[in-house]
Nanobody, 120 residues
């Protein structure tokens, strides 16, 4: 089984920064793409940032220029550096990873979520 554990969320004032981390553990062959999503009450979960196994990235328009996604393959970890935070960035942030199992099949896994609250 694969587990994703996020950390780094918290309360920050507008204009501040936070860095989220997500570590994948368990038995698997490799990690394909990884990403960060966020969700607020009553709304659908939305993509924030995505990074492929070749480090190609894409971002939601609302975070371009402020957030940076990166990964450390040796540590099975993906990061989200969030700068110039705005109150509208307040949400639960979820880590996602597409993982190739020992048997060669690929599945999506999700972390438990970490709360980010930006005060005005």
């Amino acid at each position: 089984q694969v587990q994703l554990v996020e950390s780094g969320g918290g309360l920050v004032q507008a204009g501040g920064s936070l860095r989220l981390s997500c570590v994948a553990s368990g038995k698997f062959k490799s990690i394909n793409a990884m990403g960060w999503y966020r969700q607020t009450p009553g709304k659908q979960r939305e993509l924030v940032a995505h990074i492929t196994s070749s480090d190609s990235t894409n971002y939601a328009d609302s975070v371009k220029g402020r957030f940076t996604i990166s990964r450390d393959n040796a540590k099975n970890t993906v990061y989200l550096q969030m700068n110039s935070l705005k109150p509208e960035d307040t949400a639960v942030y979820y880590c996602n990873a597409n993982v190739r199992t020992i048997l060669g099949l690929s599945y999506d896994y999700w972390g438990q979520g970490t709360q980010v609250t930006v005060s005005s």
